[in-house]
C-alpha cells in the first residue's frame, strides 16, 4: 500500500534561516508521482512541485529546492533564506494506481516562520 | 475558465440532516475526486470518478454518495450528517492522459453540530 509519512508536525524558524521539510514514501509501483502544495492560512491548495519516478534531478525554483532520493524513498524540500509569507502547512503527496490520480497526502507539516 | 469551483464554502449541520456539496469544473476533465482534509491527517481520498456515469469509492466513503450525470458536475451527498464529518472537503480534476496534473478547488468547510 501506498504511504506517505511527514515526520516534522510543526516547524518554527527566524526569517532567513534555512528550513527543510521531510518526505518518505512508500509504493510498490515503479511508476508514480510525487508532489509538493502549499496551504496558506487562506486554506486553499497551491501545487508546488510535481516529480515523476524516473526523474531524479534536483529542481531548484527561487528560494524553494528539492531533493528526490530513491535509494531513500524521500522527497525533501528545503526553502532557503526563509520569509514571513512561507508561513503555511506544505503537504507531499504521492500518486499511483490504474490512472495515477488517486493521491495519498503525508499529513502534512505546518511551518511558522517568525519576524 | 473558472476552474475548479465549489459551493457553499462553509455550511453548519445539524447531526441527522442531508445536503450536497456541489463541484463543478469547466476544464472538460474525465477525472474527478473528493477528499476530506481532517488536522494531522493530511486530504483523504472518498470517492473518485472516472467519466460521466462511472464512480468508486476512495479510502472514506462511508456517510458519502456521489454520482455522475455530467462531465462537468460531481456533487458529493451527506445522507444524514454525523459530528465525524465536520472538515474542509476538497474537489479535484483532471485529465484521464494527464492525472498527475490535479487542479484542486477552494475548499468547503463542513461543520455538523
Known amino acids: 500500500a501506498q504511504k506517505v509519512t511527514q515526520a516534522q508536525t510543526e516547524i518554527s524558524v527566524v526569517e532567513k534561516e534555512d528550513v527543510t521539510l521531510d518526505c518518505v514514501y512508500e509504493?510498490?509501483?515503479?511508476?508514480?508521482?510525487l508532489f509538493w502544495y502549499k496551504q496558506p492560512p487562506s486554506g486553499e491548495l497551491v501545487f508546488l512541485i510535481r516529480r515523476n519516478s524516473f526523474d531524479e534531478q534536483n529542481e531548484i525554483s527561487g528560494r524553494y529546492s528539492w531533493n528526490f532520493q530513491k535509494s531513500t524513498s524521500s522527497f525533501n524540500f528545503t526553502i532557503t533564506a526563509s520569509q514571513v509569507v512561507d508561513s503555511a502547512v506544505y503537504f507531499c503527496a504521492l500518486s499511483e494506481g490504474n490512472y495515477g490520480q488517486n493521491f495519498v497526502f503525508g499529513p502534512g507539516t505546518r511551518l511558522s516562520v517568525l519576524p | 475558465n473558472a476552474g475548479v469551483t465549489q459551493t457553499p464554502k462553509f455550511q453548519v449541520l445539524k447531526t441527522g440532516q442531508s445536503m450536497t456539496l456541489q463541484c463543478a469544473q469547466d476544464?472538460?476533465?474525465?477525472?474527478m475526486s473528493w477528499y476530506r482534509q481532517d488536522p494531522g491527517m493530511g486530504l483523504r481520498l472518498i470517492h473518485y470518478?472516472?467519466?460521466?456515469?462511472?464512480?468508486d469509492q476512495g479510502e472514506v466513503p462511508n456517510g458519502y454518495n456521489v454520482s455522475r450525470s455530467t462531465t462537468e458536475d460531481f456533487p458529493l451527498r451527506l445522507l444524514s450528517a454525523a459530528p465525524s464529518q465536520t472538515s474542509v472537503y476538497f474537489c479535484?480534476?483532471?485529465?484521464?492522459?494527464?492525472?498527475?496534473?490535479?487542479?484542486f478547488g477552494p475548499g468547503t468547510r463542513l461543520t455538523v453540530t
Open positions: 476544464m472538460n476533465h474525465e477525472y
Open positions: 509504493t510498490r509501483d515503479t511508476t508514480y508521482y
Open positions: 479535484a480534476s483532471s485529465e484521464t492522459l494527464r492525472p498527475y496534473e490535479q487542479y
Open positions: 470518478s472516472v467519466g460521466a456515469g462511472i464512480t
